[in-house]
């Protein structure tokens, strides 16, 4: 059982792991860029995913798949705010901005969400700031590199020890500047800054990164790894996204899924912890 405070909100995280659906508001996006850019389609898309059984959505303006560049303040904003804004009115389910920059945070929180996502662990100390000011949940994603450099060459002595030290270390820098454990979810970033091998020991060692005592994240929604593995193209990789997401629920090892594919991942989940359930109750 695990809890993770975001404002005045207390996610219980019990039998099964949240699932956290993604709304990108970009035109580069690897998966669908372009296809939720204007408000109203991000919007319809956000509130379908809310039907089909996301806990909560992560709404992001800035892409930041391989190769990407950063997108200014203002033009995130203008992407972001008037989706955050109309979702606050329209679904009670918490919302996390995807972002990492502070200002962006400032005034989606200030909107209404509950959530940062930051892929660069708020290394800007400026959202630390934000994120104590406004008790907000946190999710410290590792990534080596940048976008821009992060797929060139890979390297880790150790992939899962190198990864689980760094999020270790963040955690209690982050902690140290006021925010507050609770608020905190980790996330190993597949995908950010590893090779399709590196990808696949980390998540068969994922239930690792439960000894660093908070909840953990788990990003592998139509990464381009699975294509690799399946050869299917990423509008096609559904399955394989959901067969990764069951092998981690069924590890224990996850307890955030942040995924496009709210439905096929909802019910995979769902019929886990069921079966689950019975094993326990047959003492099988």
């Given at each position: 059982?695990?809890?993770?405070?975001?404002?005045?909100?207390?996610?219980?995280?019990?039998?099964?792991?949240?699932?956290?659906?993604?709304?990108?508001?970009?035109?580069?996006?690897?998966?669908?860029?372009?296809?939720?850019?204007?408000?109203?389609?991000?919007?319809?898309?956000?509130?379908?995913?809310?039907?089909?059984?996301?806990?909560?959505?992560?709404?992001?303006?800035?892409?930041?798949?391989?190769?990407?560049?950063?997108?200014?303040?203002?033009?995130?904003?203008?992407?972001?705010?008037?989706?955050?804004?109309?979702?606050?009115?329209?679904?009670?389910?918490?919302?996390?901005?995807?972002?990492?920059?502070?200002?962006?945070?400032?005034?989606?929180?200030?909107?209404?969400?509950?959530?940062?996502?930051?892929?660069?662990?708020?290394?800007?100390?400026?959202?630390?700031?934000?994120?104590?000011?406004?008790?907000?949940?946190?999710?410290?994603?590792?990534?080596?590199?940048?976008?821009?450099?992060?797929?060139q060459d890979p390297r880790y002595d150790n992939v899962m020890d190198d990864v689980a030290r760094w999020l270790d270390e963040r955690r209690r820098a982050v902690i140290a500047t006021g925010v507050a454990q609770d608020n905190l979810v980790l996330d190993p970033g597949?995908?950010?800054?590893?090779?399709?091998?590196?990808?696949?020991?980390?998540?068969?060692?994922?239930?690792?990164?439960?000894?660093?005592?908070?909840?953990?994240?788990?990003?592998?929604?139509?990464?381009?790894?699975?294509?690799?593995?399946?050869?299917?193209?990423?509008?096609?990789?559904?399955?394989?996204?959901?067969?990764?997401?069951?092998?981690?629920?069924?590890?224990?090892?996850?307890?955030?899924?942040?995924?496009?594919?709210?439905?096929?991942?909802?019910?995979?989940?769902?019929?886990?912890?069921?079966?689950?359930?019975?094993?326990?109750?047959?003492?099988?």
């Amino acid at each position: 059982m695990h809890s993770w405070h975001i404002r005045d909100h207390v996610l219980v995280i019990g039998s099964r792991p949240l699932v956290m659906g993604i709304v990108n508001v970009t035109p580069d996006s690897f998966s669908d860029g372009g296809r939720f850019l204007q408000t109203d389609a991000a919007v319809a898309h956000a509130l379908d995913l809310v039907r089909q059984g996301a806990d909560l959505l992560d709404i992001g303006g800035e892409s930041t798949r391989p190769g990407s560049t950063p997108v200014p303040v203002d033009e995130e904003l203008r992407r972001v705010l008037p989706v955050v804004t109309a979702l606050v009115k329209a679904t009670p389910v918490p919302l996390s901005i995807d972002t990492s920059k502070a200002e962006v945070a400032r005034q989606c929180l200030a909107a209404g969400a509950h959530v940062i996502n930051d892929v660069t662990a708020l290394a800007d100390l400026d959202m630390s700031d934000v994120a104590r000011q406004f008790q907000a949940g946190v999710i410290l994603m590792h990534m080596q590199g940048t976008p821009q450099t992060m797929q060139q060459d890979p390297r880790y002595d150790n992939v899962m020890d190198d990864v689980a030290r760094w999020l270790d270390e963040r955690r209690r820098a982050v902690i140290a500047t006021g925010v507050a454990q609770d608020n905190l979810v980790l996330d190993p970033g597949i995908g950010f800054g590893k090779s399709s091998a590196h990808n696949l020991e980390l998540l068969v060692r994922l239930l690792d990164l439960q000894r660093l005592g908070r909840p953990i994240c788990l990003g592998v929604s139509r990464k381009g790894f699975i294509g690799k593995i399946t050869g299917r193209s990423v509008h096609d990789s559904a399955a394989g996204s959901v067969a990764v997401a069951c092998h981690a629920v069924m590890k224990q090892a996850v307890q955030v899924l942040r995924v496009h594919d709210v439905a096929a991942t909802r019910d995979a989940v769902l019929m886990l912890a069921a079966l689950a359930e019975a094993k326990e109750r047959l003492l099988i």
